[in-house]
């Protein structure tokens, strides 16, 4: 995301005349940058030419664009671009219907997170006034009944499996009829994932399915598996025919590209992705967060809903009236960092910041908590006046920098970047109230 923003400052700068060299210098990069984070190549190029041309056509109809209008489109455009992409709507989403018995069946590879994932959306539901309860139709791994069974139990949901039974078929059918039996709404089977061979699980898939009769399968994907999601989904979509995907693992460094070609792929929506190994870590799908994280940009809508729920109720509202006036202060910024520092695993949260993500990735997680402690530091030296304030006054009157930092210890450039990343909220919070929803790359400064 950084590597792009710099990419479009820069090709800006350097040729300031050239609208057609600026464009593809830019579009260049950001084709490099995407193909790094796993998104298929025909892909790519194929969104290459819509922004070219989309590009091209707003040139002709104003021959007096600036650079400034130049950079905002094409941020636009790839944002919107990868939204499209990746923001498959089915025609009838799935809606699990109470008193009467829903079948959710789960495929997918082997460690994919099949097992952890199913109590996640068991929980969900749950949650939702559901009765639901899990069968453990994976009699491949030994311990894979235990290891739901304790999930389940710590979830408080109710289990079905055999430790001595070696038909996952035979198993699946025994679950469904006593969960249907005790009058359950929802119930979730596990499978395997797993075979001597690939032609074998398959085949089993489509043996449970027949006799559970899913009213939704669902697929769950690793968000790190890369450019193999494609194959991947498409042979599974073969036996399975699933309706929703999963999205695995999205906590770690992997920015989950390769799930784009997976919705392409098989025309299937994403509906939640997990954020850890926890049974909480689990997040509805939202594409515009996907591509902010893909874009490496931040995403205020998660970041507030977590913030929501760990802040002190007084504080929050404060931050969050502001934020629908389209309005971000220093002092927002401040109770969001304390906020932060109170909800831990600080490398899962500071990539939600804006800016932050690059920031933090490469460092350990005592070295992020230090950094944070230090804006926290540098946003005490403000005053009440400065805090309040959305942070011009420091760019009118320069010497409050340097007073800050001595007060803080730290330096013009530390409060600099305090002030960056607190414009950057500023400006997504501008957009957020606008549209309902955030603007895009349009973040950076500048
Ligand atoms: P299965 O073989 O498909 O059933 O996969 P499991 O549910 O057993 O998960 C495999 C491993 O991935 C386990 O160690 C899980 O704790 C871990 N895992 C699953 N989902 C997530 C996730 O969203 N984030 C992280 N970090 N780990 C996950
Ligand atoms: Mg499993």
Known sequence: GKRINNAVNGALSNSKDDYTTTVDIMLKTIVTALLESDV???????MRNNIKSKLMESKTASS???????????????FDELCN?????????????????????????????????CTKLAVYYSKRGFKVGLVCADTFRAGAFDQLKQNAIKAHIPFFGSYTEADPVKVAAEGIAKFKKEKFDIIIVDTSGRHRQEEELFKEMVEISNVVKPNQTIMVLDASIGQAAEQQSKAFKDSSDFGAIILTKMDGHAKGGGAISAV????TPIIFIGTGEHIHDFE????????????????????????????NKEDTKATMENIQQGKFTLLDFKKQMQTIMKMGPLSNIAQMIPGMGNLMSQVSEEETSQKMKKMVYVLDSMTKQELESDGRIFIDEPSRMVRVA??????VFEVEMILMQQQMMARM?????GAGGMPGMGAMPG
């Open 40 to 46: 298929n190549i025909k892909l790519v190029s194929q």
């Open 85 to 117: 992409l990746v923001d498959y709507k089915s025609d009838q989403p799935f809606q699990p219907k109470k008193r009467q018995t829903n079948v959710i069946m789960f495929v997918g590879l082997q460690g994919s997170g099949k097992t952890t994932s």
């Open 64 to 78: 007096s664009v600036t650079n400034a209008q130049t950079k905002k489109l094409i941020q636009e455009t790839v």
């Open 429 to 433: 919070a501008k957009g957020a109230q």
């Open 264 to 267: 392409a792929a098989t025309n």
């Open 406 to 411: 001595k007060g803080s210890g730290t330096s």
């Open 284 to 311: 509805k799908f939202s594409p515009k967060s996907f591509v902010s994280k893909l874009l490496g940009i931040g995403d205020i809508e998660s970041l507030l809903e977590q913030f929501q729920t760990v802040s």
